[in-house]
């Protein structure tokens, strides 16, 4: 099995780095990131965004996991108050390694590590009929919130997402 669809292959300890404290593109990846949102996102971002939340990073966190030829997946999230509540803004694995349980652990990592640090709560936007998306956050401990009509165009509904702080 080559190192493309071998899920072994992947590094999940690399995974979140804390933006928040000034690192220019603490991994050396916003091409690479810029480029698997070109192919993966309907609305992606330039190149030009990506760069500048690497360098004006003090309130984003990012989550990279790593294949053998680079960057398989992303987790980037809004973070404007350490205990405050996160927006999960970008979350993507490469089609060869879904399926396989890896989105929902790569999920989890990410959510512990904003614990780690304080986070309280996160949420999310998905389309209502990204069942697959909708399900692996369900796993992940996110309820469904409410319904934004026509939040991804005419006709194309979203659901927001979420999971507050402890105790709340």
């Not at 690399?14 to 690479?32: I, N, T, Y």
């Not at 939040?151 to 709340?168: K, V």
Request: contains cysteine; aromatic residues 10%.
């Amino acid at each position: 099995m080559s190192g493309m669809s071998d899920p072994q292959a992947l590094s999940l300890a690399l995974a979140l780095g804390d933006m928040r404290r000034g690192v220019e593109d603490p991994f050396g990846f916003c091409e690479q990131l810029a480029q698997l949102d070109q192919q993966h996102f309907q609305w992606p971002w330039a190149r030009e965004q990506w760069s500048s939340s690497l360098e004006n990073s003090e309130h984003y966190a990012l989550g990279v996991l790593l294949g053998s030829h680079g960057p398989q997946g992303l987790a980037l999230f809004h973070v404007p108050d350490r205990q405050g509540t996160a927006h999960l803004l970008k979350f993507l694995l490469c089609p060869p390694y879904r399926g396989r349980g890896l989105a929902e652990r790569f999920f989890k990592l990410c959510q512990g590590q904003l614990e780690k640090w304080g986070v309280g709560g996160l949420y999310l936007e998905v389309e209502e009929t990204n069942a697959a998306a909708i399900g692996l956050y369900a796993k992940c401990g996110l309820k469904t919130l409410t319904r934004k009509k026509d939040f991804y165009g005419t006709g194309r509904h979203g659901l927001a997402m979420g999971s507050m702080p402890q105790g709340e």
